[in-house]
């Protein structure tokens, strides 16, 4: 299976009910570590980019992802707009064609990944929504690189099940990025909200991609 542009635009539809399904959840996470707006901030954005979807025209799967991080940049308030938007651009960049296989997605959400870090400096263990998209990568590259035929969908649900495990091993961390991590030992024993929401993401992927 290869992803086209209209999985493309389906998996971001799927990310913004996700966010829509979860808003209380991820309110109610950043609320103990953080300014209690993270659910708001990321259904606001995500409602934003389904509507300036829709009278997007795309050559490229990169058009759809670009799209989507130019908008949540300028859209969403606080961290997780800046940081969402350098991911899904950074990774458009990379996906010029109108159909991608496994091995390009990978690399190009790497790449979203590095963007993300640089931006904003958190490695894994500083209870970021990094702990939970770094597993899911090495989940997927785990599945790409093993060699021979390539399923997607088996890489995707593996990075999104990487990526659930690795949200909930926030809950033990203290952070030392972001908001969170003015409270210091107080952060300890709270599940991360950019983590959550990262964990929505690649779950949207795997539904999408499992629903074909």
Same mark, same amino acid.
């Given at each position: 299976?290869?992803?086209?542009?209209?999985?493309?635009?389906?998996w971001?539809? &799927?990310?913004?009910?996700?966010?829509e399904e979860? =808003?209380? =959840?991820l309110?109610?996470l950043?609320s103990?570590i953080g *300014?209690?707006?993270?659910?708001?901030?990321?259904?606001?954005g995500?409602?934003t980019?389904?509507?300036?979807?829709?009278? /997007? +025209?795309?050559?490229?799967v #990169?058009?759809?992802l670009?799209?989507?991080g130019?908008? /949540?940049? @300028?859209?969403?308030?606080?961290a @997780?707009?800046? !940081?969402?938007? &350098?991911?899904f $651009?950074a990774?458009?960049?990379?996906?010029t064609?109108?159909? &991608? *296989?496994? +091995?390009? /997605?990978?690399?190009?959400? +790497?790449? #979203?990944?590095?963007? !993300? =870090?640089?931006? #904003?400096g958190?490695?894994? #263990?500083?209870?970021?929504m990094?702990?939970?998209?770094a597993p899911?990568?090495?989940?997927?590259?785990a599945e790409?690189?093993t060699?021979?035929s390539?399923?997607l969908t088996a890489a995707?649900?593996e990075?999104?099940?990487?990526? $659930?495990?690795g949200?909930?091993?926030?809950?033990? !961390?203290q952070?030392r990025k972001g $908001?969170?991590?003015? !409270?210091g030992?107080?952060?300890i024993?709270h599940? *991360?909200?950019?983590? &959550?929401?990262a964990?929505l993401?690649?779950?949207a992927l795997?539904?999408?991609? =499992?629903?074909?």
């Amino acid at each position: 299976m290869h992803m086209d542009i209209p999985l493309a635009r389906a998996w971001i539809r &799927t990310v913004a009910a996700a966010m829509e399904e979860h =808003q209380e =959840q991820l309110t109610q996470l950043d609320s103990a570590i953080g *300014d209690a707006d993270h659910g708001v901030n990321m259904h606001r954005g995500f409602s934003t980019v389904i509507a300036a979807l829709d009278g /997007l +025209e795309s050559t490229n799967v #990169g058009d759809v992802l670009v799209k989507t991080g130019t908008i /949540l940049i @300028s859209s969403v308030g606080g961290a @997780s707009g800046p !940081l969402y938007g &350098t991911f899904f $651009r950074a990774a458009g960049r990379q996906l010029t064609t109108p159909t &991608t *296989d496994a +091995e390009h /997605l990978l690399a190009a959400l +790497e790449a #979203g990944l590095a963007g !993300l =870090q640089k931006l #904003g400096g958190a490695v894994p #263990g500083d209870k970021t929504m990094v702990d939970a998209i770094a597993p899911a990568l090495a989940a997927f590259a785990a599945e790409v690189r093993t060699g021979g035929s390539v399923d997607l969908t088996a890489a995707a649900v593996e990075a999104a099940a990487a990526a $659930r495990r690795g949200m909930l091993a926030t809950i033990p !961390l203290q952070a030392r990025k972001g $908001r969170a991590s003015y !409270l210091g030992a107080r952060s300890i024993g709270h599940q *991360d909200p950019g983590a &959550t929401s990262a964990a929505l993401v690649f779950q949207a992927l795997a539904d999408v991609l =499992q629903a074909e």
